[in-house]
């Protein structure tokens, strides 16, 4: 490549950098370009991921396992929780992990499995691979390796926590390469699409394994759950290290009505303390919320004594067990977040050098010193970055231009919200 064509690359990824974080949406550039100083959060990070590998080579778990396969992340609105998580994806595949990033919102919200399966599964990056993860996945899969073995026996034990159809899938998948366009719909059905259990059966009985599988209803939820634990294994079978799970914006959920709060609290609980079903999974999780959650939900809407109450009032096992979860939960965002730190002076000063080189570099000039703003313990890292750019941009434009900039504060808005829910799906799964 020439020198012209380099400088030319240079400047486009700077640009790119500059729009990220001028929008708050970091991407690969800007994470490139300023990194993350938050080692508390790495640190922790390095540890889930270490321990992830020893669980898929059998090995006892080392220092910090028992906090839980996840940990919440905590900051204010422009804090930097997204540039976090996307540093943290950066590490992950690298480090040879399958990794997806879900956003909740109205199309995912958190307390229904089979819509964040659904996520997880088509925003999932898999280390080197462009394509479709889960494609990517079934075309790694070597039937003579010994995370495979692992994996068909974890599948045909007595105990193992998920639907007989999971086992008589990989089966079916292996005895009908021939048949590309059924091994097709088995890898879609490990993606989250129904496979009816009729046509299984059918398979089974020509490959002569009719009364070797079971296969009974079960409900889209549970098969959901049961997928995420299934998916993590099979990542481990095709070569990977692991499945890294990071699920931003999940204050969302204080617009929910209390039953979905509850729900999702115990998802809170499912992804930071572990399945209980099946704690040797291979999947870690980070989640990110405001650090207020605590005082406008759990405290303002009085949720750590009303959600409790009110289930056990029901007198149902489901409901004593949705409230035990739904508890577990709520003490993790209560006690269990790890906040990210505001910048002290030598960061401001070290991102600053930084966005200043890589401003200059993008546009072909040298930018002046520009005051931004006042520095004080109340501002966010975003707002100054982005007080940064915009007044290189105008100083760019017009030498003699000073400008002003001010900040004000955006309010989360926890108000009830219906709509936000979606809707679950709660059929039968195939």
């Known amino acids: 490549m020439s020198s012209s064509s380099e400088s030319s690359t240079g400047q486009l990824a700077g640009r790119r950098a500059l729009e990220a974080l001028r929008a708050g949406v970091p991407n690969r550039d800007a994470v490139a370009a300023l990194g993350s100083l938050q080692t508390a959060v790495e640190d922790r990070f390095t540890q889930l991921l270490d321990s992830v590998r020893a669980v898929s080579a059998g090995q006892a778990l080392g220092e910090g396992a028992n906090d839980g396969p996840g940990m919440l992340i905590g900051g204010g609105f422009g804090s930097g929780k997204s540039h976090v998580l996307q540093y943290l994806a950066h590490l992950a595949l690298d480090a040879g992990f399958v990794v997806s990033k879900v956003v909740i919102s109205k199309e995912t919200p958190l307390h229904d499995p089979a819509k964040l399966f659904r996520a997880a599964i ?30 068909y026996r974890w599948l045909h034990n007595d105990d193992v926590p998920v639907d007989s159809r999971f086992a008589a899938s990989l089966f079916l998948h292996e005895y009908a390469r021939g048949d590309a366009e059924f091994a097709d719909r088995i890898v879609r059905f490990w993606a989250g ?11 089974l009985r020509e490959a002569g394994a009719a009364n070797t599988y079971r296969l009974a209803s079960v409900k889209e939820r549970d098969l959901a759950v049961q997928r995420f634990r299934f998916v993590s294994r099979l990542i481990g079978a095709a070569g990977y290290a692991g499945w890294v799970i990071l699920i931003d914006e999940v204050e969302l959920i204080g617009r929910y009505s209390m039953l979905q709060r509850a729900k999702s609290y115990a998802e809170v609980a499912r992804w930071v303390r572990g399945d209980r079903h099946d704690p040797s999974a291979p999947l870690c999780a980070v989640l990110t919320t405001v650090e207020d959650f605590e005082a406008q939900v759990l405290v303002g809407k009085n949720d750590v004594e009303l959600i409790p109450k009110k289930l056990r009032l029901k007198g149902t096992a489901e409901h004593d067990l949705l409230a035990g979860a739904a508890e577990t939960g709520m003490r993790v965002i209560e006690r269990g977040q790890l906040r990210l730190q505001p910048p002290d002076r030598d960061e401001l000063d070290r991102t600053y050098a930084k966005l200043k080189a890589i401003h200059g570099a993008a546009y072909g000039w040298e930018p002046p010193d520009v005051e931004g703003l006042e520095r004080l313990p109340s501002n966010r890292m975003r707002q100054y970055v982005r007080a940064w750019i915009n007044a290189w941009d105008l100083r760019r434009l017009d030498s003699s231009y000073q400008p002003e900039i001010t900040k004000s504060e955006i309010l989360i808005d926890f108000t009830e919200d219906v709509a936000l829910e979606g809707v679950s799906d709660d059929s039968d799964g195939g």
């Not at 990056?125 to 993860?133: E, F, H, I, L």
């Not at 699409?193 to 398979?203: C, F, K, N, T, W």
């Open 122 to 151: 088509e925003e999932a990056r898999v280390p080197g691979r462009p394509g479709s993860a889960i494609d990517e996945i079934a075309t790694g899969l070597r039937t003579e390796s010994d995370q495979y073995a692992a994996l």
């Open 193 to 203: 699409d129904p496979l009816p259990v009729a046509d299984l059966r059918r398979r």
